[in-house]
């Protein structure tokens, strides 16, 4: 049995969850609404405040797709209740960003500053800086995981940090490998 799978997803007051014959479940909480599809082979319940995944067989397949659709489930949970974020880091001199109303501008050492518009479900908050010397923080913010991360790993691909004085944007708790520069002459 998946240690995942079988775990019960509870479901806080003020959500209400949706299970059609087909498997999609749809999940509204006080942040807003997700649906998603389901395998039709795993059999997903909604009893007294609980939600459970159980699997037909110990088939490969149904054992992947049983923890899986687990925490799928759960994270749909969580979304509508608290909301994902994530927080990159920019470094380096001339390095910013900014909003212009939804979009996010960032300087990133182009020639030309790169606009980004949001996907819909997702919002950008740019955070000032404290001290020249720390880095400028944007949030991410929205209610579907897997929105939120992919657009933070579109914005990280812009300018990853670059291992020799760390500029670039990194999300804050990833840690960058240094690496000396070149060697100094010998006298």
Do not use: C, W
């Given at each position: 049995?998946?240690?995942?799978?079988?775990?019960?997803?509870p479901?806080?007051?003020?959500?209400?969850?949706?299970i059609?014959?087909?498997?999609r479940?749809?999940?509204?909480?006080?942040k807003?609404?997700l649906?998603?599809?389901?395998?039709?082979?795993?059999?997903?319940?909604?009893?007294?405040?609980v939600?459970t995944?159980?699997r037909?067989?110990?088939?490969?397949?149904?054992r992947?797709?049983?923890?899986?659709?687990?925490?799928?489930?759960a994270?749909?949970?969580?979304?509508?209740?608290?909301?994902?974020?994530?927080i990159?880091?920019?470094?380096g001199?001339?390095?910013?960003?900014?909003?212009?109303?939804?979009?996010?501008?960032?300087?990133?050492?182009?020639s030309?500053p790169?606009?980004?518009?949001?996907p819909?479900?997702?919002?950008?908050?740019?955070l000032?800086?404290?001290?020249?010397?720390?880095p400028?923080?944007?949030?991410?913010?929205g209610?579907d995981?897997?929105?939120?991360?992919?657009?933070?790993a579109?914005?990280?691909a812009?300018?990853?940090?670059?291992?020799?004085?760390?500029?670039?944007i990194?999300?804050?708790?990833?840690?960058i490998?240094?690496?000396?520069?070149?060697?100094?002459?010998?006298?």
């Open positions: 049995m998946s240690r995942i799978g079988k775990k019960p997803i479901v806080p007051r003020g959500v209400e969850v949706t059609t014959e087909e498997n479940v749809t999940v509204k909480g006080p807003g609404t649906s998603q599809q389901f395998s039709p082979e795993m059999l997903i319940t909604h009893e007294n405040g939600i995944v159980a037909p067989s110990d088939d490969k397949r149904h992947a797709l049983h923890g899986l659709t687990r925490s799928l489930i994270n749909m949970v969580t979304g509508v209740t608290e909301g994902y974020q994530r990159l880091e920019i470094t001199i001339g390095y910013r960003a900014a909003r212009e109303g939804k979009n996010l501008v960032l300087q990133v050492g182009f030309h790169i606009r980004v518009t949001p819909e479900g997702i919002t950008f908050e740019v000032e800086r404290r001290s020249a010397n720390e400028q923080q944007v949030i991410i913010r209610i995981k897997q929105k939120v991360g992919e657009e933070a579109k914005l990280r812009l300018r990853p940090p670059e291992p020799y004085k760390g500029y670039g990194k999300y804050r708790d990833e840690r490998r240094r690496k000396a520069g070149k060697a100094g002459k010998a006298r």
